[in-house]
């Protein structure tokens, strides 16, 4: 602003929209091959009839179906999952299929694996029990493929390559058709890592195990990559196939089970204390103790007399997972979610406890009713949380495993709470991307923990308006988007190629989703988008482009830029507000304006030299010769002339009514002068902070960028005068660097330095040490 007004004349010939453009005008291409605002058509596939330009299944989408019928134990002693599963197989594609993949992944714990093979890293000053024991361990584990037999048990031709193993059919599978095969197969469970495992607790000599990727599944085939049998390294996770499950599971007698399904015999594996307790939970409004903690622990001084068997049935799922201990307190309800009862459970040993028995059902509850409103209902009839280690979390069909522990004595922080809480809601959120919907977690990884992320910081903040969330709001991705770019990877890599797979996969999309929620598209269209996208694609399989495009489609707003920017680039948002100019409307009127000039002129301010020569001229030339004096000396040049009358009242004639009221306006005109620096466009968010202590926010879209991508000029016209003015007030858009965002500037605050007392550093003294521990030896001997 400089703080001084410019009076803009001739406005009643050029109108500001002019004035505008003429700011504007570029005097060199500003793209320089940039072309930020291109659309995609170059970069995604081209649509077809399996995949449409709309985003929405074509009318000849075609999924496979992989049906499970699963028979296994749990050795509690061995550490040990023997199993047989039968498979069946239908072909829905329009291809003959030869063979057929499945996935090994267990196979990602042997020595030889790709996974542990390609890992690299050196050995820092200090390293975890863990990290060496997964050098050094001698046991053997991944699959013991047993037999593969076809359904009248002849032998099938099989060949595994690593993670995954392929059947040689004696006949192509035709399309349209289905075929059953089984597997026997046994390994051994490795402890907690990778996404599965046990825990084992060394006081009560139990273990609690969370049994996941556990038997051999069917690879997918679909019409992006025919077979998607890319080697599981252990970042990128799961690509699935939907089928039905039956699953009847032995475990010792003693072990409380939960598990992806519905219970199929709870008569048979539960007391009938227990299944009274089951009939209340259906109606409590708070969980409800199947088991108590008293039992449990009761439990884990026992030994087991025997064993069970748990039998589950799972519809229309891609996967299933189970966990097992007799350790588990367990509390269940069924609640509402969109007019269906749905059972929200969780298991939890006593370690677990105070934190687990308070929040983890109530969490999974609200999740569910969450994630249902912003997406599609949630279909199952069951969600369980089950307590892990204490760390993060892993998700399943109708299962998830999840950290948080509180302290020994039942203590635990904040910190702790807000992350148990955030990481159930995270886990349980899976059930939707991608349970339901169901992406390619193998390929893209943040479009299941990307959306999720997202969902989650929605459910964090319905919880509660003082929840600290760590993803979603734009300005916990500073610190990653200021990181040096060639440590960065677009949110479009490969799974298995990310760096900063934290914030890469989980936090940037997450973020962008937020912007355009509240900041690009506004929330009624991204909430309608998004939930079409949830509807079109439930129980489906979507890829990047269908995600783009249904959210284009269904909105009726271009986000091509915005997912060039966001989701295939690396730069940074970097707006900076680098000047400010302050225009008002000359006025017209000879007398006002001839005052007002004479006026500023009597007010200007006398220099140095004025002031001293005023004493040190006693007379100047002129003053002492009046021959030297001529028209000039005595013209008054604020005079208003008739002339000058004349031609206004003629000027004012000639204006429309509301032409006259724009003149004698007193508007302001704002030119400001934003640039570009971080290279991402976004829209441009400005708040006016007016003199009378108001203020008001102007918004305009990133499309103000598409003729120059790098510094634009834009006057904003106000009735009142402003202050101050800043970019980004709100904090919407990830700018990377706050400080050239307010103008005028804001003054710098000073740094702070402590001031103390000067002491002498502390110096190791092993005598003294030595003495004291002799002193104390000596007086306890």
């Known amino acids: 602003m400089r703080g001084s007004l410019k009076l803009i004349t001739g406005l009643l010939i050029a109108t500001c929209s002019q004035i505008a453009t003429a700011q504007q005008a570029p005097t060199t291409n500003p793209y320089n091959g940039n072309k930020r605002f291109e659309q995609l058509e170059t970069i995604l596939p081209t649509p077809n009839t399996y995949r449409t330009a709309s985003g929405s299944p074509g009318k000849e989408y075609w999924q496979q179906r992989a049906d499970y019928d699963i028979k296994a134990e749990l050795d509690d002693v061995e550490r040990k999952i023997t199993g047989t599963e039968t498979i069946t197989y239908f072909n829905n594609s329009p291809d003959e299929l030869p063979y057929l993949w499945l996935q090994l992944d267990q196979n990602l714990f042997q020595k030889d694996a790709i996974g542990a093979n390609t890992r690299t890293g050196g050995i820092a000053g200090q390293a975890s029990f863990t990290q060496f024991k997964d050098l050094t361990d001698p046991k053997k584990y991944g699959y013991n493929i047993l037999s593969v037999k076809d359904a009248k048990g002849n032998p099938l031709k099989h060949t595994i390559n690593h993670t995954m193993m392929r059947i040689d059919l004696p006949v192509a599978l035709k399309s349209g058709a289905s075929v059953s095969f089984s597997i026997d197969w046994n390994y051994l469970i490795t402890e907690y890592y990778g996404r599965s495992g046990y825990e084992y607790f060394a006081k009560d000599g139990n273990a609690n195990y969370f049994i996941a990727h556990w038997f051999p599944r069917m690879a997918v085939y679909n019409d992006v990559y025919g077979w998607q049998h890319k080697q599981f390294l252990g970042q990128g996770e799961f690509t699935l196939t939907f089928g039905n499950y039956k699953v009847a599971l032995t475990v010792p007698n003693d072990h409380i089970v939960g598990a992806s399904g519905e219970l199929q015999n709870p008569t048979q594996v539960l007391s009938a204390e227990q299944l009274k307790r089951w009939e209340k939970a259906k109606t409590a409004t708070r969980p409800v103790l199947i088991v108590s903690q008293e039992e449990a622990e009761k439990a884990e001084k026992g030994k087991p007399t025997g064993k069970k068997t748990w039998i589950y049935k799972a519809d229309n799922v891609r996967d299933f997972a189970f966990a097992s201990s007799r350790k ?58 089950c307590h892990s280690t204490s760390g993060g979390g892993m998700e399943y069909p109708m299962i998830s495993f999840n950290g948080g522990r509180p302290e020994a004595d039942g203590t635990y922080s904040e910190q702790v709470k807000a992350g148990m809480i955030g990481v159930i809601i995270h886990e349980v959120g899976h059930n939707f991307f991608p349970m339901i919907i169901n992406s390619d977690e193998r390929q893209w990884s943040w479009m299941d923990e990307g959306l999720n992320t997202f969902c989650q910081y929605l459910a964090e903040q319905e919880w509660d308006r003082d929840f600290p969330s760590r993803r979603g709001e734009p300005q916990y991705i500073v610190p990653y988007m200021k990181t040096d770019p060639t440590q960065q990877v677009p949110i479009m890599t490969n799974s298995e190629n990310i760096m900063a ?196 926010v102007f918004r305009y879209p990133a499309e103000i960028w598409r003729l120059n991508d790098k510094e634009i000029k834009k006057v904003i016209p106000t009735d009142k005068k402003v202050t101050k003015w800043t970019l980004d007030p709100y904090m919407e858009i990830a700018d990377i660097e706050t400080e050239d965002n307010a103008f005028p500037r804001e003054p710098e605050q000073p740094n702070r330095f402590q001031v103390f007392k000067a002491q002498r550093p502390v110096q190791p003294n092993p005598m003294q040490q030595q003495q004291k521990a002799g002193a104390v030896q000596g007086a306890k001997n």
């Open 501 to 696: 797979f934290g914030p890469n996969a989980y936090a940037k999309p997450a973020t962008a989703l937020n912007i355009l929620r509240e900041t690009v598209m506004g929330r009624e269209l991204f909430d309608h988008a998004f939930k079409e996208y949830a509807r079109r694609w439930a129980f489906k399989q979507p890829y990047p482009a269908d995600f783009f495009r249904t959210m284009e489609d269904a909105s009726g707003v271009d986000l091509d830029w915005f997912w060039k920017g966001w989701f295939y680039g690396v730069e940074p948002v970097n707006q900076s507000l680098e000047n400010v100019e302050w225009f008002g409307i000359d006025n017209i009127d000879p007398l006002a304006k001839n005052a007002a000039a004479k006026k500023e002129a009597d007010a200007k301010r006398q220099t140095m030299s004025n002031i001293r020569n005023k004493t040190d001229i006693p007379k100047t030339v002129v003053e002492e010769n009046p021959d030297m004096r001529d028209f000039y000396n005595t013209y008054d040049r604020f005079a208003t002339t008739e002339a000058d009358k004349k031609k206004f009242e003629q000027t004012m004639a000639s204006l429309a009514e509301d032409e006259k009221k724009l003149v004698n306006s007193n508007k302001n005109f704002y030119v400001l002068n934003v640039k570009n620096k971080g290279g991402l466009p976004m829209p441009v968010i400005v708040k006016a902070n007016y003199e009378d202590g108001t203020e008001e």
């Open 328 to 385: 588990f307190i367990w509390d269940a309800m069924q609640v509402d979610v969109e007019g269906k009862k749905v059972w929200a459970m969780s298991l939890y040993p006593k370690e677990g406890n105070p934190l687990w028995g308070q929040y983890s059902t109530m969490v999974v509850a609200h999740t569910l009713r969450s994630y249902s409103k912003h997406t599609v209902a949630y279909p199952y009839p069951v969600a369980y949380s």
